[in-house]
């Protein structure tokens, strides 16, 4: 199965990135190829909602940024897992770009092999997933009705992620 990993974590030895890292090795031992991209450190403008990807466009966005190479991943993508950390209730601002410009390319449906999602979210307070919740729910399994496979979350302001929360990852990644 082709897997693509958003990152939404500018931290690139962070809680998100060590998340990432475990499922990835899972994910991989079990033969599955995965593209991990770093929104972070890429040039991505936000939606000009001028509507040229659903007019003029044929389902091409007017940017020309690096928004371009997610497009080409989500062709052959037959996963998707958003992996971010909470900033202000929600995944980061860089992540919210990246899904905010999914409309040219997933409205009014879906590419044909994209049939699974998943959420990697890390924060310092349990109570503060609301947000990436409410849109993961919305965006993904009810209007695009990608299954879900899970969502995976460490609370903890700590460096160091905890052994059995990444065993978890790897052993998810593995059993897919």
Do not use: W
Not at 146 to 173: C, R, V
Request: net charge negative; aromatic share 10%.
């Amino acid at each position: 199965m082709d897997i693509l990993v958003l990152n939404g974590s500018p931290r690139p030895a962070g809680n998100t990135s060590q998340m990432i890292a475990a499922f990835r090795e899972g994910a991989e031992s079990a033969g599955h190829k995965v593209d991990v991209v770093d929104v972070c450190r890429m040039k991505i403008g936000g939606c000009l909602a001028c509507e040229y990807c659903h007019t003029k466009g044929n389902g091409q966005c007017v940017q020309k940024d690096d928004m371009q190479e997610i497009y080409s991943l989500l062709d052959e993508t037959e996963m998707l897992v958003l992996a971010s950390p909470i900033y202000y209730h929600n995944v980061s601002g860089q992540l919210k770009c990246v899904i905010d410009r999914f409309y040219a390319k997933l409205y009014p449906k879906k590419p044909g092999k994209l049939s699974k999602v998943a959420m990697i979210l890390s924060s310092g307070d349990p109570e503060m997933y609301e947000g990436a919740m409410f849109s993961y729910n919305g965006d993904f399994l009810g209007y695009l009705g990608l299954e879900d496979m899970g969502m995976f979350t460490h609370n903890s302001y700590e460096p160091e992620m905890k052994a059995e929360e990444l065993e978890a990852l790897k052993a998810f990644g593995a059993s897919l």
